[in-house]
């Protein structure tokens, strides 16, 4: 039993390069999530799927794209990455649907540098 | 103002020690609390959720005070593996959002 699994864990991009980040959990969890941790700035939700074959933009969604491939699959695209999206992500899930919810289950993370 | 405020430490004691946090909110509206705990470049993990009559784990004990809008972490016997982070986490009622604060980091030293 893996939980959430995120790959890559590293990855260090040149400004308008595109990449895609993947997760996958095996808990049968219906909600998922991608955040952004920055400096000072605490963990900041990007977009989240309540359940499979919907999405719906967090806080900071600007420059990402995400797709809900299936129940266990949430992955988040970069099409032209930018300095300003360096920063580590994190891929979370939930068996409670919505937004809100208590206890989240992270993936290990992926520290993307961008040049 | 930040809608979740803690300070950010290091908070430097040595084992043995008891230790407390504040993580302070603004939003009177806010109506589920956390703490979550993050060792340095991991994930962070549910530590407790804090209940209005406050609640103890262990080692660990969480209490709210929603006059003065804050929850607290009091962490007894302080080991070494307590070294982290810990996140405060908090639910609005009006957006439903989960909020982050951005973290008290602890060291226990021996």
């Known amino acids: 039993n893996a939980g959430v699994t995120q790959t890559p864990k590293f990855q260090v991009l040149k400004t308008g390069q595109s990449m895609t980040l993947q997760c996958a959990q095996d808990m049968n969890h219906n909600s998922m999530y991608w955040y952004r941790q920055d400096p000072g700035m605490g963990l900041r939700l990007i977009y989240y799927?309540?359940?499979?074959?919907?999405?719906d933009k967090g806080e900071v969604p600007n420059g990402y794209n995400v797709s809900r491939l299936n129940k266990r699959e949430f992955s988040l695209r970069l099409e032209s990455a930018a300095p300003s999206q360096t920063s580590v992500y994190f891929c979370?899930?939930?068996?409670?649907?919505?937004?809100?919810?208590?206890?989240?289950?992270f993936g290990s993370g992926t520290q993307l540098s961008v040049l | 103002r930040k809608e979740v405020e803690q300070d950010p430490g290091p908070f430097n004691v040595p084992e043995g020690a008891t230790v407390a946090f504040n993580c302070t909110y603004s939003n009177s509206a806010s109506q589920s609390f956390f703490w979550y705990r993050q060792d340095c470049r991991k994930e962070p993990k549910l530590l407790m959720s804090?209940?209005?009559s406050g609640n103890e784990d262990g080692r660990f004990t969480a209490q709210l005070n929603r006059a003065s809008q804050y929850i607290s972490l009091l962490i007894r016997d302080s080991k070494l593996s307590d070294s982290a982070t810990y996140l405060c986490v908090v639910i609005s009622l009006n957006t439903d959002k989960l909020i982050f604060g951005t973290g008290t980091r602890l060291q226990v030293f021996p």
């Open positions: 979370a899930s939930s068996e409670l649907r919505g937004e809100t919810n208590e206890k989240l289950f």
């Open positions: 799927s309540a359940s499979e074959g919907t999405t």
């Open positions: 804090v209940y209005s």
